[in-house]
């Protein structure tokens, strides 16, 4: 099962927005609504920001948001801010042999 | 709190095996299905497989199968991840994961603090 591809690194100022995106297949995010993305800071575990495209769970803030079109899922972060500088996945439900894909990761950095 | 703690970590050899460990706290146990997810240093995500604890029923990844084990102990409300015959290249973070009850796909929102397992050649 080959990962979704994710571009390797963002940048952006603190205050701007910037949007990481996740192409997958119609095997997985183009087929389903089922993507979705997580936050992880060096040392720590991953943090679950989106789910089901553009679902945000308890606690996480509006300034994240997830959207799709056709194979390829988005993640946009508003606003900003120093604590956003991690590495994000996405992952996505698919139809093959393994219920869970990942993608290869982003680094996010907040210049 | 809902929890995830997972085994400490190893240092192993070559050719050993090892079991790791993952105890849910706080939730019921055995409605969620667990899911292991490796990470190699300095690298991303990789699902590895996962269990029902309610009756063990396991799916791996096909780049895990064969090498890896998943079982659960429901009782102990803890979940094994387990190798006969470590490599090198297993070196890597291990996190166990439990999903979100709000969607059909396996999002995790709870993980365990990770296991590291340092295997020489």
């Known amino acids: 099962q080959s990962a979704l591809t994710q571009p390797a690194s963002v940048s952006g100022s603190p205050g701007q927005s910037i949007t990481i995106s996740c192409t997958g297949t119609n095997s997985d995010v183009g087929g389903y609504d089922y993507v979705s993305w997580y936050q992880q800071h060096p040392g720590e575990a991953p943090k679950l920001m989106i789910f089901d495209v553009s679902v945000r769970p308890s606690g996480v803030s509006t300034r994240f948001s997830g959207s799709k079109s056709g194979d390829t899922a988005s993640l946009t972060i508003s606003g900003l801010q120093a604590e956003d500088e991690a590495d994000y996945y996405c992952?996505?439900?698919?139809?093959?042999?393994?219920?869970?894909?990942f993608g290869g990761g982003t680094k996010l950095t907040v210049l | 709190e809902v929890q995830l703690v997972q085994s400490g970590a190893e240092v192993k050899k070559s050719g050993e095996s090892l079991r790791i460990s993952c105890k849910g706290s706080g939730h019921s146990f055995s409605i969620y299905r667990i899911s292991w997810v490796r990470q190699m240093p300095g690298k991303g995500l990789e699902w590895m497989g996962r269990?029902?604890?309610?009756?063990?029923?396991?799916n791996y990844s096909p780049s895990f199968q064969g090498h890896v084990t998943i079982s659960a102990d429901k009782s102990l409300s803890t979940v094994y991840l387990q190798w006969s015959s470590l490599k090198a290249s297993d070196t890597a973070i291990y996190y166990c994961?439990?999903?979100?009850?709000?969607?059909?796909?396996?999002?995790?929102?709870?993980w365990g603090q990770g296991t590291m397992v340092t295997v020489s050649s």
């Open positions: 269990i029902d604890p309610s009756d063990s029923y396991t």
């Open positions: 994961a439990r999903p979100t009850w709000d969607s059909f796909a396996d999002s995790f929102d709870i």
């Open positions: 992952s996505s439900f698919t139809s093959s042999n393994t219920p869970v894909v």
